[in-house]
């Protein structure tokens, strides 16, 4: 990283190129149904709920319910210890702002751990990458591991684990092309800043 700094969204600005709204202005992201996004929407705002201890289980419907259930049992045996949630951050150096679902700590190392409800898509790998520019630090020692957490409607979970060195720098080349269509007039919109949990049907977001 060198020189490269990150920072809390704040010294971002409106117009600032996000991680998901890059990928998907490059192909890479395709609209999924309107029940499933509703459905990622409600199991994210149940889980940052649940891991800051402000979940009311009583809240949770039917539909949800196992997705929450699964995150429970990756937090008993993985041991994942939650740091942030959702935090946004911006990258002063490429000028770029992202999301983490979930950055927190197995033993001596940093994870940030990405929530889905669907399928692996390889896209999935360039996210974290991006995510991982967003927290590491020159003067840190601390590893940052990056993993993608699928959770099922069956109430189970599995692990797949980000490793390639390069998509960090792949995501960077995507963010270049990207500046490039926006300043040719190729992308006429730029995605607002995602602060916040979404409101969702199915899981209260009301902390008390």
Same mark, same amino acid.
């Given at each position: 990283m060198g020189q490269s700094e990150s920072l809390t969204v704040p010294a971002a600005t409106e117009t600032t190129p996000r991680v998901t709204g890059v990928l998907k202005d490059m192909g890479l992201i395709y609209g999924g149904s309107e029940?499933?996004?509703?459905?990622?929407?409600? %199991?994210? !705002? &149940?889980?940052?709920?649940?891991?800051?201890g402000k979940l009311d289980w009583s809240s949770v419907s039917d539909e949800i319910l196992p997705y929450l259930m699964a995150y429970e049992q990756f937090v008993d045996?993985?041991?994942?210890?939650?740091?942030?949630?959702?935090?946004?951050?911006?990258?002063?150096?490429?000028?770029?702002?992202?999301?983490?679902?979930?950055?927190?700590?197995?033993g001596d190392e940093t994870?940030?751990?990405? %929530?889905? !409800? &669907?399928?692996?898509e390889p896209w999935h790998e360039l996210q974290t990458g991006a995510y991982q520019l967003l927290l590491e630090r020159p003067e840190s020692k601390r590893f940052i591991r990056r993993v993608g957490l699928y959770l099922s409607i069956n109430g189970t979970y599995s692990l797949?684990?980000?490793?390639?060195?390069y998509d960090s720098q792949i995501f960077l080349s995507f963010l270049t092309a990207w500046r490039w269509k926006y300043g040719n007039g190729y992308i006429k919109r730029l995605e607002a800043a995602g602060n916040g949990v979404a409101t969702q049907a199915g899981v209260s977001t009301n902390p008390r």
């Open positions: 029940t499933a996004m509703q459905r990622g929407r409600a %199991v994210h !705002t &149940g889980i940052a709920l649940l891991a800051t045996h993985s041991k994942f210890s939650v740091s942030c949630v959702e935090t946004p951050v911006y990258h002063r150096l490429y000028d770029f702002k992202g999301t983490p679902d979930l950055v927190g700590s197995m994870w940030i751990v990405e %929530v889905k !409800t &669907g399928a692996k797949s684990p980000h490793g390639n060195y």
